[in-house]
């Protein structure tokens, strides 16, 4: 059993943020899949059997889920490998600047999405310095206790 991390990044800041999730899960004895959502096998991957399913998204205009994410959870549905909402979180980067009501708009409809009854993750643009990095590990130990019993690989 293990922790998929599935992200969309367009230019690499929310894979930054994936990458960090994912060497804390590792610290912590978890095994991780990182995992691309515009990777051509990346449905087919996320179809295997897994125990949380940590969702990492950027956000377009308006606040809007970006296409490849949108056909990611298409193919999962399509599949009917969508996990329990109680084990899926949500974390995304975004950009104040297209408005608060805006602000990593994509990580909060796909938690809604989901049913996610987790906290949504938001870290702006790259993640920086020792505040955004300790936000990053503070989510990450928060969900991998809440999402299940920690099952080191
Ligand atoms: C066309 C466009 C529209 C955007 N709209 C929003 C937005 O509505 N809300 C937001 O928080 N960020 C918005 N952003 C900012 C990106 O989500 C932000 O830079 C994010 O960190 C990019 O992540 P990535 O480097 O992983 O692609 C927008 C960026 C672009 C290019």
Redesign the pocket.
């Known amino acids: 059993m293990h922790a998929l991390i599935a992200?969309?990044?367009?230019?690499?800041?929310?894979?930054?943020v994936a990458r960090m999730v994912a060497a804390r899960c590792s610290t912590h004895g978890h095994c991780v899949t990182l995992l691309d959502v515009d990777d051509a096998q990346a449905a087919a991957l996320a179809a295997r059997p897994h125990d949380r399913l940590l969702l990492g998204c950027?956000?377009?205009?308006?606040?809007?889920t970006p296409a490849e994410m949108k056909r990611f959870v298409g193919a999962l549905r399509d599949a009917d490998a969508l996990p329990p909402p109680e084990r899926v979180a949500v974390f995304?980067?975004?950009?104040?600047q297209?408005?608060l009501e805006?602000?990593?708009?994509?990580a909060h409809r796909l938690a809604r999405w989901f049913g996610s009854p987790h906290p949504v993750l938001e870290?702006?643009?790259?993640p920086h310095g020792q505040a955004d990095a300790r936000t990053i590990h503070h989510w990450t130990d928060t969900v991998l206790v809440a999402t299940g019993v920690p099952v080191p690989c």
Request: net charge negative; charged share 20%.
């Open positions: 992200y969309a990044s367009l230019s690499g800041n929310t894979r930054e950027w956000t377009d205009n308006a606040g809007r995304g980067t975004g950009e104040t297209w408005g805006y602000y990593c708009g994509a870290i702006e643009q790259m």
